[in-house]
């Protein structure tokens, strides 16, 4: 079977900086992806590592590490648009049709 | 580009019921997805097209739940008879192999209330 764990909940201030975890025992593995998905809309995707290191996209980074099956989001300067919540997704296969395994999920909350 | 389409936003049906979503791809993107996010969970992934053939369908229950893709174009998801237990958001989702092929694009789901 696949299994992703994240936290469920997260708390931060305006202008901080957050770390959501994600760690995952699956039966493939060919990349970390992350998504954020505010009350009612739709997830969009933020960030994808197939390779071990930080991957940065302006206030957002992204770490994998392969061999600890563990991976992050690095949210910085934290604005209250950025309560959200936020999943990790294995990337199961590679072949044409990639498939992904979506994590529970860790709702963000950011407070003035 | 349009952002992929999905109708009805809102559907409520009593058990025993059926309903049918519709969804629009992104032009151009072989890769379809319907997934069912349940409140407060992530999303389960119900079945995957390439073009118009099945790549895994290993999670849809057959017994109630279909899908089809005519054309590799537009896709429908059914669900005969609906349970209590059907009540969920069902998204689609599609991708491209183009550019950043692991980015999956999702419509605004369909909220489904099953009593």
């Known amino acids: 079977g696949q299994s992703l764990e994240q936290p469920s909940e997260v708390t931060a201030v305006e202008g901080a900086i957050v770390q959501i975890n994600c760690t995952y025992q699956?039966?493939?593995?060919?990349?970390l992806s992350w998504y954020q998905q505010h009350d009612g809309g739709a997830p969009t995707f933020l960030s994808y590592?197939?390779?071990?290191g930080l991957e940065e996209t302006g206030r957002f980074s992204s770490f994998l590490s392969r061999s600890d099956s563990y991976g992050y989001l690095l949210l910085q300067e934290l604005q209250m648009k950025d309560s959200a919540s936020y999943f990790c997704a294995v990337r199961l296969r590679d072949n044409y049709g990639q498939n992904f395994v979506f994590g529970p999920g860790t709702r963000l909350s950011v407070l003035p | 580009e349009a952002g992929v389409a999905q109708s009805p936003r809102y559907k409520i049906i009593e058990k025993r019921q059926s309903v049918a979503f519709w969804c629009n791809p992104i032009?151009?993107?072989?890769?379809l997805y319907w997934y069912q996010q349940i409140l407060g969970q992530g999303p389960k992934l119900l079945i995957q097209?390439?073009?118009?053939?099945?790549?895994?369908d290993s999670q849809l229950p057959k017994d109630r739940f279909s899908a089809e893709r005519l054309k590799g174009v537009d896709s429908t998801l059914k669900i005969q008879p609906a349970k209590l237990e059907d009540s969920a958001v069902y998204l689609c989702?599609?991708?491209?192999?183009?550019?950043?092929?692991?980015?999956?694009?999702f419509g605004p789901g369909t909220r489904l209330t099953v009593t």
């Open positions: 032009s151009g993107h072989a890769t």
């Open positions: 590592n197939a390779l071990d």
């Open positions: 989702a599609s991708s491209s192999r183009q550019g950043n092929s692991y980015e999956q694009y």
């Open positions: 699956t039966s493939g593995f060919y990349g």
């Open positions: 097209f390439q073009n118009n053939g099945v790549v895994d």
